[in-house]
């Protein structure tokens, strides 16, 4: 077996754990808790990483992950996970919502699916396009347009 | 807003309820464009009676100019901007996921939303080092470099070699300059 010295881009199972997982925003996602080895392959197929408390555990893939790092584990891509449980504000900063969940067509962003600040306002869906910022908080634009379930129900039996 | 009340003696201002209170702002929470929270206005700040901005306290006291108000609600002030005074007391990593330390300060030229660069600092007790803007990739919840840390560096501190090079020559020609028109004085003098 080679040693660790003789090849200097090895790194053993505890150098990654306990490591933060950052994302290309340069947000830290969490601690890297766990590493997936295929046992066909023998090769290593993703991570996962602790978002925290009260929040479901992230697995990512190894194609998503960019460089392991000495200090931390950097991603490709900002995962669509991070967006859920953001407050939503209006233009002018007004509370809307949250964000309960994330629409995806092609690995892509299509709509959020927002719970209003009351219960009475209920679910609803905005589109990616009518959003302005996405950061701490998600931010709409002056025009955006709220599109209930049931409206949207509609549409998907017409479109059928 | 004002109530029926308020008896009106002004020459400029007809209608008080096309005009705003200064203390409205007061109490607001202040968002940046990303939505990250800068802090609560806690005063306002006049110039010959005009308002020029907010001071705004969150993690570091900061006013921020009129200028960079982008919207407004009954709860909230939206601003245009991230403003560049977050940067500091985030985490640092270099090219090879190494953490260097934290931002202790910026490199400012003048009080405009922009930096030079910034200072890093491993511990209370280390120096702080100085990295410049063009190594810095991302510098939003952490910051990332371009390149290794001993790299980013060694550039930093050849930038400011050669800015006080230039300094150094400039001051040399002014002197220089000075003491030719002093020489070609005592020439004429005589």
Redesign the interface.
Known sequence: MNKKSANKNIITCDEILGKDAIDPDGSSLGVITKVHVDKKDRKLVGITVDMGFMKPDLYIGINYVKQFGIDAVFLKKVPHHKFKGLKVLSEGGELVGKVKNIVTENKNIKEFEIAGKRILDGKFFIKYSDIKEIGDHVILKKSHKRVSKKERKKKNKKKK | MFGKRVDLISRNVGDLDKTKKASSYIGK?V???????IGRIYDVILKKGVLMGVLVRGKRKTFIGKEFFA????????LKIEPVTSIIGRQV?DS????IGKVSGLKRKSNTNTYNGIFVKKSIYRKAFEISKKDID???????LKKPHEKAVASAQAAARKTRTKVKKKKSKKTSKTSSKSRTRARKKK
């Open positions: 929470i968002y940046s464009k990303k939505g990250e929270v919207s407004e609600s009954k709860e909230a002030l939206m990593f090879l996921g190494k953490r991302v510098a939003k919840k952490t910051v990332l």
